[in-house]
């Protein structure tokens, strides 16, 4: 992958961090494309999404923000939820 997409989805990646009301890590292991399938179709009218990314993207999207602590938690197998709306509803 390019630098500049890789930058792309850092990008991507920052803006919804900044403009969701909720964070969840989801430790996905052991889940089938199904499954996965299955939970983003459930958090769709929860105005929410779900995305597997690259920890190492991850962690350069949250560095140097207020929720760089999160970096300790981006490792292994994790997605992650993103609240637009109600923040309670996806967990």
Not at 71 to 81: F, H, K, N, Q
Request: one cysteine or more.
């Amino acid at each position: 992958m390019a630098s500049v997409e890789k930058e792309q989805i850092v990008r991507e990646i920052s803006e919804n961090f900044a403009s969701c009301s909720a964070v969840y890590l989801v430790n996905y292991q052991g889940c089938t494309c199904a499954d996965l399938t299955g939970l983003r179709r459930k958090l769709k009218p929860m105005k929410a999404d779900f995305a597997v990314v690259k920890n190492t993207m991850a962690h350069r999207a949250v560095r140097g923000t207020d929720i760089a602590k999160l970096e300790d938690m981006l490792a292994g197998p994790v997605g992650v939820v993103w609240a637009h709306g109600d923040s309670v509803a996806p967990a």
